[in-house]
């Protein structure tokens, strides 16, 4: 890798971590720069997972506040996403990519639909709801819904955060802020896991993760410092945004 290699991958890295903190979706700058440096497929999806971990936990820390009181529910969809994020890693070191790969614009368009429809499913949800407990936790619909977000996260991850977005959206009874702030969480931990298992398992270019490493650290915090000013309709209109910039990239590419 020369310098130049190195500052096209650290500035990459910087700006998935940014974005994966708002929304998610960071996968698609830093796999393809991967790929165009000439890394194999395999190699550079792993790697980029390994390398954007950092970047996760850089985030969440930088949503602390908002993440106040959401102990139980992180616990409860936590396991969903320890559970998800192994077997979509798995899936990645046993099954043809082109399985998997063959669905991803469909979900992806499917969480902006979710995430633009949000607002008036939850009040329709809540309206039939009236007098029942609040959702803090999520039912074990939501619980199922993370765990199949998880499996896809950990498999490839590219706006595995949309998803989540949506399904927390549509779950739980909470501001946009916090629930942007449980998905980085989940997020990070389905990172972390398949991180592990490709670490273990897979060829991994430990010097191109560092790198990116380090990129999504810095770029964590700028995430979470731009993301937290955001209004609720600013941040449903980025997801909706880097969403479609997501399924135009796979038609593109496919």
Known sequence: ???????????????????????????????????????????????NTVG?????????????????????????????????GAAGGVLLLVLDPAVFEAVVPALILLGC?????????????NARREGSAPRQRGSWLVWLAVLGTAV??????????????????????????????TKNVLAGVVNAVAALLFAVLAEVDWLAAGVLAAGATIGGQLGATVGRRLPDWALRGFVVVVGVAAVVQFTLNG
């Not at 998935?16 to 497929?41: D, E, Q, W």
């Not at 971990?53 to 850089?58: R, T």
Request: hydrophobic share 50%; no cysteine.
């Open 1 to 47: 890798m020369t310098w130049l290699e190195g500052l096209a991958v650290f500035l990459a890295g910087t700006a998935a971590g940014t974005i994966n903190t708002v929304v998610g979706s960071g996968s698609l700058v830093t796999f393809p720069t991967l790929l165009a440096l000439g890394y194999s497929p395999v190699v550079a999806n792993v790697s």
């Open 52 to 84: 954007l971990v950092p970047g996760s936990i850089s985030g969440a820390v930088g949503y602390r506040r908002e993440l106040v009181g959401q102990r139980a529910r992180l616990l409860r969809l936590g396991v969903a996403a320890v559970i998800g």
């Open 113 to 125: 639909l979710l995430v633009v429809a949000q607002p008036r499913l939850s009040a329709w949800v």
């Open 152 to 181: 896809y996260g950990g498999y490839f991850g590219a706006a595995q955060g949309v998803l989540f977005m949506a399904v927390l959206g549509l779950g739980l009874d909470d501001t946009l802020q916090r629930t942007n702030a």
